[in-house]
């Protein structure tokens, strides 16, 4: 088993940066792809960045590129979601995953074994 717990959420005003961190325990961690997605009210659960076990590779919702940054340290065992210029429209709970071990990089939520709770982030405007 892994164990992702997340934080960092909040209540900001648009415009503002915030930084999401994702601590992970249990199985090992590097050798596994990790992601970040969101869930608004009343909609699904969306993808918004990945990256590969060794941090080389990311992969972002066009939503978010250039504006957010994934990025990981595998001596902490915790992933982080940079976010800059932030919008009312990103507005959600936001998730980190893990695949299993091997995994690639990847935006489909089934390809992810292990989720956290999740932490809220509200962007006022």
């Known amino acids: 088993q892994v164990q992702l717990v997340e934080s960092g959420g909040g209540l900001v005003q648009a415009g503002v940066s915030l930084r999401l961190s994702c601590a992970g325990s249990g199985r090992p961690f590097s050798n596994r792809a990790l992601g970040w997605f969101r869930q608004a009210p009343g909609k699904e659960r969306e993808f918004v960045a990945a990256i590969s076990g060794s941090g080389e590779i990311t992969y972002y919702a066009d939503s978010v590129k250039g504006r957010f940054t994934i990025s990981r340290d595998n001596a902490k065992n915790t992933m982080y979601l940079q976010m800059n210029s932030l919008k009312p429209e990103d507005t959600a709970v936001y998730y980190c995953?893990?695949?299993?071990?091997?995994?690639?990089?990847?935006?489909?939520?089934?390809?992810?074994?292990?989720w956290g709770q999740g932490t809220q982030v509200t962007v006022s405007s």
């Open positions: 995953a893990a695949t299993k071990f091997g995994g690639l990089p990847t935006n489909r939520k089934d390809e992810y074994n292990y």
